[in-house]
């Protein structure tokens, strides 16, 4: 049986039949937004991502210019972590980080009686050098950062990625984002989840960053 062995093979006649199955609907999205549509796409399997996939118009040049600088991004569950490519993150000097499994934030959650994506995001929002949000998970997380943000607790970050999977809360929490003045990159609904959080960062990640054989 003959079939497409080499990775970088399978990857671009992949987006190929992405852009040709999108057709005239790949005209709706910007230069900067279709790269990070298509892997979405790539990663799900789901074409109605092109239809729920939200971005402020600012959102992908506030991250590449944050990633040009070098930093930190925090991330609502370890499998968004261990997804993003590292070797890609240290060429631009950025790390990525998860605190949902620490003990004191377990502890302190516990005790207060708040899941730990709340307690985790308080403490992420401290670090200075925290500019980038994905939340894949954990609506909890997304309404927190924002009250954070709106109380003036924390400055405006670089990029939220606003994509919580589930059904309690998590249509509503992306809903708090639009006309905020905030950069982000939202999908509206109950869809979402951690491999969607680390599609959409490696869409513009790959904007600055030609892998090789790519």
């Not at 980038?132 to 970050?157: C, H, M, Q, W």
């Not at 600055?208 to 790519?214: I, M, N, S, T, W």
Request: charged share 25%; with cysteine; glycine share 8%.
């Amino acid at each position: 049986m003959s079939y497409i062995k080499k990775p970088q093979d399978i990857e671009i006649r992949s987006f190929e039949i992405i852009e040709e199955e999108l057709g005239e609907k790949v005209h709706e999205f910007s230069a900067q937004h279709l790269p990070v549509l298509k892997r979405v796409i790539h990663t799900t399997a789901d074409f109605e991502y092109a239809d729920l996939i939200e971005f402020s118009d600012d959102a992908v040049q506030s991250c590449l210019e944050a990633l040009k600088k070098g930093g930190k991004i925090y991330c609502d569950t370890n499998m968004i972590v261990n997804g993003l490519s590292k070797i890609t993150l240290d060429k631009f000097n950025y790390s990525a980080y998860s605190l949902v499994a620490d003990k004191d934030v377990a502890s302190e959650a516990k005790e207060r009686g708040v899941t730990r994506s709340i307690v985790g995001i308080e403490h992420a929002a401290k670090d200075k050098n925290t500019n980038i949000y994905l939340i894949g998970n954990a609506p909890t997380a997304l309404f927190r950062l924002k009250e954070l943000i709106d109380s003036g607790e924390v400055e405006k970050p670089a990029l939220i990625v606003g994509v919580p999977v589930g059904f309690v809360g998590a249509a509503e929490s992306k809903e708090i984002l639009p006309g905020s003045g905030i950069p982000y990159i939202i999908v509206k609904g109950r869809k979402g989840g951690s491999p969607v959080a680390v599609s959409i960062l490696h869409g513009i990640l790959y904007q600055l960053y030609k892998r090789e054989g790519f």
